[in-house]
């Protein structure tokens, strides 16, 4: 692997490239770009402190000189983190892969080879993919109603009473991503892959080419079959397609946590439309469940693909009937009340529901009913 580094302080060069890589170090973006020509590098890396120049000048003329067919790592500071993300996404800048910014050198290094690592084949045979029936869950709220606790608490009830199944959870709630700051999913975010979502297209989809995205995921510390990620970002509609076909490849079992929906609702239109459910959590409450009408209208999801949680619930508040009534769809299940301070302490400690010594029992009941993930005809799965 070679590559072309575009760095200030050379000597500090050799602590962030793999031992196993080949690399040229030059100091500014004059010397880069010739540098990238002569060398004719397999990938380009610099950092935003090697420009003086303000961003949104120097990123695009960089790019525009850039040979197209090649990866570029970004490595920005913070104060430009978001600015380069804005212009990345809206000049559709599709071979650049942004870092975040504070990476130790250990972590740019891992970076660094994970990014490569993503050219090679899953290895995946296609027949007895196409034999496997999995699921994907869109999991939408108007807010409120428990869908974080669920997307903690449940992916790993499920693996526990199914340790055949391979369970992905994704954070894709762009202004709300709590689950991304209950498991730490800094380093495991699935926006910086943008270039790999992009260059999946129709043409390769089912060839030899597909990514190895589990290496993208972090695997649980309680239970070996669950993985989680962040994808609170805006994504467009084909990076939504070539995301959830890579997720259907890889698991068994995809819970995606939207939150809100209206807030990208171009992204979730796609990700509804490729979903096996959309499953509603709602407070039975006369606004939320009217909320929840308004939102499955504007999505225009059919009747089976959707479903409501009610959470928390307690049958003395309002019967299903009235529920459906409201909100327009069937009632899949209901989510017991747990006290608002047990649930503040869980979050505030890290700690979760159902790992605790005395779980909340109605909470582990309402769990066994769930349908989610469950019924799969697993005959063709390969073993792992």
Known sequence: MRGVVCYPIKSLVRYFVPEQYEYVCVKNDVDLIETIHEYQPDFCMFFSESFTSPVWEWLPSLVQKLPTDIPII?????????????????????????????LTHQQIKTELLRIHDTKKSIGTDQEIMNSRENR????????????????INYPLFLARQNRHLLIGVVDMNLYKPDLSLFFHLNGYEIARYRPDLNGLD??????????????????????????????????????????????????????????????????????????????????????????VDRIVKTLDLPDEKVGLMVSPYHEAEMSK????????????????????SRIHQAFQNGSILINEMFPPKAYLQSFKKCSIGTNLNLSGVIAR
């Open 74 to 102: 970004l490595v920005p500071f913070h104060r430009d983190q978001s600015l380069i993300e804005e212009i990345v996404r809206v000049k559709k800048i599709t071979n650049i892969y942004v870092l975040s910014p504070g």
């Open 136 to 151: 994907i869950y869109s999991l939408m709220s108007p807010g409120g109603a428990g869908l974080t606790n669920f997307c």
């Open 202 to 291: 129709s043409s390769n989809k089912e060839g030899r080419d597909l990514k190895q995205w589990l290496q993208i995921f972090a695997r649980s510390e309680y239970e070996p079959n669950v993985y989680y990620s962040s994808a609170a970002a805006q994504f467009s509609s084909q990076e939504i397609s070539s995301l959830f076909f890579i997720l259907s490849k890889i698991f068994d079992v995809v819970l995606i946590d939207w939150g809100n929906p209206m807030i990208q609702m171009e992204a979730a239109k796609q990700g509804v439309l490729l979903s096996n459910k959309t499953i509603f959590f709602s407070r039975p409450e006369l606004f939320s469940l009217k909320n």
């Open 321 to 340: 009937v009235s529920m459906k009534d409201l909100a327009g769809i069937k009632v899949e299940g209901t989510l017991p009340r747990i006290e608002s």
